[in-house]
């Protein structure tokens, strides 16, 4: 795939990446914004995720009941995603209706009105939302998990926030917040599909060119200590299936490391889709689904990295065969990953992880709308350069490469296991 | 040999005007659909924007065929299809399949069992092999169909405990009582420890075969050498004695409102399912009645009930409605998911809203707005080679004609504000309605 793009930056801060492709009549737009849960404390955690929804509240220019309606009618599709790292707005149209997604999100960046009303009307909204994940066990299991895993950092919370948080976050928490990230210095533009680019970049200029840029946003403190200790926990709920999650410590997206890691993954667990659209393939030929799933262990075992600013988790989640216990998988899983460290993988098995990756790229690129979103994905973490030599990065990586990464990360003192124990269809957890 | 199906090779040059232009639907001139004399029907269509290609289609045979006392049936027998054949076991097809970065599964729906796969270009073949090794010679290993029993009850049992999964179940039971449509295609936990070895073998033997049968490529590969390396595969299969599904019984619509809750305790969150059965994809009431669903609960944030149940009242994370359509009375829904305590604050605004959509036209301007959504995200969804072959599968599955996509935006255009009432009125009615509710227990204070 071609992968040469305009990536300029406006005088007020807003950097702005626009691919041409004229495969189909469509653009797929997004402005991505420096913000998350990773810029949270406690007391207003979830507010990111909660700005993103008072987002779609209206303007002045576009109140909420035209908002609703106008990327709709135009036939495009529209949603917006709020991670650790990372908020995100997009709207993929037919191309001559683009202009008005560019309106939008401009108008958007700087104007929206936080009104009283629907900032109460979104909190119990928030908090269903909150509360349809609690139903799901392994929400429940990967919370704990994560605030287990982070005493420091800020990745302790999960995105939506904390119940008690999102009973008493207030209009004007949520509207400094907004005004605080919300800047086009703090924010990526990024655009594919089917433009020309210097009349698009020229739109771009006349519409987010005068917004003021804003003040850097505080960069946030606290990174987390070392671990030196494996750390364990239990949780109990309802239903008749047990659930393991079992992390470590990784380096962030950018390091050098994740690459590595990423081969290090696909052996055990499976190819791993970073694409939000275009899917993944199986996993049936990993060691850990031959060693669990095939070995009559688990029902079923996946697993994955994050790309994230700063050092996050890798984590594997195992559905238990009812006939097994916790310690015959996790005992099984430390042969595992003692044979990665004891010995290199076979070159054979790297060769097969970079193909997977090469294959998972090709379904990514038939969507504008993933390719658009790796444009300003890979800059929340890195760069675009990281995303155009991904292939060549992990087709560098060696079987010694992995067996170290295997010695240096997949220790038990910096492991955290999570056992979700069903007490049952009637009882209460 | 060529297959002599092929009329003329030259039009499939790689330059010629058959190749569609990237920004066209599709339509008559770059769909290619041939028979093959079993009765598989091919279709393809190029796309040479990226290296990869994707197969799709479907066999004759689902879930509407199980007994019940074998209900999950159809499913357990396509879930064990890639689990060995005369040629691999299971490891043996996943080290083909992965190796090359490829996907390929089959899944049993209520009419038709359907299969899915991706590759790069340069490995359809394999993808092509390894949907004839699954289709046609599969050998139901013991140990294989043992470890896939215990997958499906463990399914079985996570279902027990998912709110919305408990819900559809239930409205399934309370609006197709007495219909092939009240059973979950899953079955139970009775009914999957019920089925053995024989009688998976005996399914796949009686109602799997190559009449009724659609396959479609759609990607980096020539229409003509797309449609020989199907014919290589899979042309030769026959099965004489292949049963057809019986035609469905009729439905009664529901003379009144039924109700079920189901209570699934430990749960923070209750999943509400209502609505009645509505109009199979063929007839005359399906487009304007999804028109009217888009309106009803879809169209911008979740259409009208979303507006009323989470925009207005804050009641829901997620208030929608769908239409289900399909070969046989799919239903036409709305789903929300509310705290306990707001349950009949939500069923209410939710009637009204079905009772307003029936006693009143739907607004010119809303009309307007989902016509207008409707032909302009037709070519989003075809930006993918999966979303181009689903279209494809579509054309055929309900017969709409090749040239459906290019009609498409002056057959929406052309229904009227009447012709939704009228869809609406034939199948939706406030005191008419299937409910059902699964969450935690609540008691009213």
């Known amino acids: 795939m071609d992968n040469s793009i305009t990536n300029v930056r406006l005088p007020n801060g807003l950097q702005v990446m626009l691919k041409e492709i004229h495969t189909a009549p469509i653009i797929s737009h997004w402005v991505w914004y420096r913000v998350g849960s990773r810029n949270e404390i406690p007391g207003i955690t979830g507010i990111s995720h909660w700005v993103e929804h008072m987002q779609f509240k209206g303007t002045p220019q576009f109140p909420s009941t035209v908002l609703d309606k106008a990327i709709s009618r135009e036939g495009g599709f529209w949603n917006a995603f709020t991670y650790l790292d990372w908020t995100t707005f997009f709207e993929t149209m037919p191309s001559e209706k683009i202009d008005l997604a560019l309106r939008l999100e401009a108008d958007r960046m700087r104007n929206s009105t936080f009104d009283a009303d629907e900032v109460a009307s979104e909190r119990t909204v928030i908090i269903s939302e909150r509360q349809g994940n609690e139903n799901e066990p392994l929400f429940r299991l990967g919370e704990e998990l994560q605030a287990l895993a982070f005493r420091v950092h800020a990745y302790h919370h999960e995105i939506i926030g904390d119940l008690a948080d999102l009973q008493t976050i207030q209009r004007d928490d949520l509207y400094n917040h907004y005004r605080r990230y919300y800047t086009p210095s703090n924010a990526v533009l990024a655009a594919a599909g089917d433009f020309e680019s210097g009349a698009m970049l020229e739109r771009i200029q006349e519409l987010f060119g005068s917004i003021p840029g804003g003040e850097p946003p505080p960069k946030p403190g606290r990174p987390e200590p070392p671990q030196s200790g494996e750390r364990r926990l239990t949780l109990e709920g309802p239903g008749e299936t047990t659930y393991i999650q079992i992390a470590h410590h990784v380096p962030a997206g950018s390091d050098p490391n994740f690459f590595p890691l990423t081969v290090l993954d696909s052996l055990l667990t499976g190819p791993s889709s970073l694409n939000m659209f275009g899917g993944g393939i199986s996993n049936k030929t990993s060691r850990l689904y031959r060693a669990l799933v095939d070995g009559e262990l688990a029902i079923s075992v996946y697993g994955g990295l994050q790309a994230t600013i700063d050092p996050y988790l890798h984590a594997i989640t195992i559905v238990l065969r009812p006939d097994r216990t916790a310690e015959q998988v996790l005992a099984k899983l430390d042969d595992e990953i003692k044979r990665l460290q004891d010995a290199p993988p076979p070159v054979e098995e790297l060769k097969r992880a970079v193909k997977q990756a090469r294959a998972l790229f090709a379904y990514g690129s038939e969507s504008i709308t993933n390719q658009a979103f790796w444009l300003g994905f890979s800059e929340m973490f890195a760069s675009y350069d990281w995303f155009t030599s991904y292939l060549d990065r992990l087709g560098a990586v060696t079987p010694e490469d992995v067996q170290r990464a295997a010695q240096v990360y997949l220790l038990p003192q910096n492991r955290l296991v999570g056992i979700y124990n069903p007490t049952g269809n009637g009882e209460m957890g | ?445």
């Open chain 2, 1 to 445: 040999m060529m297959p002599q199906f092929f009329t003329d090779q030259s039009l499939f040059s790689k330059h010629n005007a058959r190749y569609p232009n990237p920004h066209s639907l599709p339509g008559p001139e770059d769909i290619t659909r041939v028979e093959l004399p079993n009765g598989i029907v091919v279709m393809a269509r190029p796309n040479f924007n990226s290296p990869s290609v994707a197969l799709s289609g479907y066999l004759t045979v689902g879930g509407i065929s199980d007994p019940d006392s074998m209900l999950g049936l159809a499913g357990f027998t396509a879930s064990s299809l890639m689990r060995g054949n005369a040629r691999r076991d299971f490891q043996g097809i996943y080290d083909a399949l992965e190796s090359a970065g490829a996907s390929l599964g089959v899944d049993s729906g209520t009419h038709t069992t359907s299969f899915g796969g991706k590759a790069l270009v340069e490995d359809l073949g394999l993808l092509l092999e390894l949907l004839h090794e699954s289709l046609r010679i599969p050998t139901f290993p013991e140990d294989q169909v043992e470890r896939l029993r215990t997958q499906l009850l463990t399914g079985l049992a996570i279902r027990a405990q998912d709110t919305g999964e408990m819900a559809s179940l239930t409205f399934d039971q309370i609006v197709y009582a007495g219909h092939p449509y009240s059973r979950p295609e899953d079955g139970y936990p009775e009914t999957v420890q019920a089925i053995t070895r024989q009688d998976l073998m005996d399914f796949h033997r009686r109602y799997y075969g190559p009449r009724g049968m659609l396959v479609v490529v759609v990607g980096a590969v020539d229409p003509a050498q797309a449609i020989d390396q199907v014919a290589a595969v899979l042309g030769d299969w026959s099965n004489p004695d292949q049963l057809f599904q019986s035609e469905l019984p009729s439905l009664a619509p529901l003379p009144e409102t039924r109700r079920q809750s189901i209570t699934i305790p430990g749960k923070f969150q209750a999943d509400i399912v209502l609505g009645v059965a509505g109009p199979p994809r063929r007839s005359p009431d399906y487009i304007p009645a999804s028109l009217g669903n888009s309106i009803l609960g879809q169209f911008g944030m979740m259409g009208r009930i979303g507006d009323v149940v989470r925009e207005r009242s804050g009641l829901a994370y997620y208030a929608s409605s769908s239409l289900g359509g399909g070969l046989g009375p799919g239903p036409w829904s709305i789903s929300a998911g509310v705290a306990p305590a707001n349950v009949e604050k939500a069923v209410e605004l939710i009637r009204q809203e079905i009772a307003r959509f029936i006693n009143e036209p739907v607004e010119a301007e809303e009309l307007a707005d989902s016509q207008a959504n409707f032909i302009g995200r037709l070519p989003l969804s075809l930006e993918s080679n999966h979303g181009v072959a689903g279209a494809l599968v579509n054309l055929e599955r309900y017969d709409l004609g090749l040239d459906y996509y290019r009609r498409y935006a002056e057959s929406t255009r052309a229904i009227t504000v009447e012709d939704v009432l009228a869809a609406a009125r034939n199948y939706l009615h406030p005191d008419r309605l299937g409910i059902a509710v699964a969450g935690p227990p609540w008691v009213e204070s």
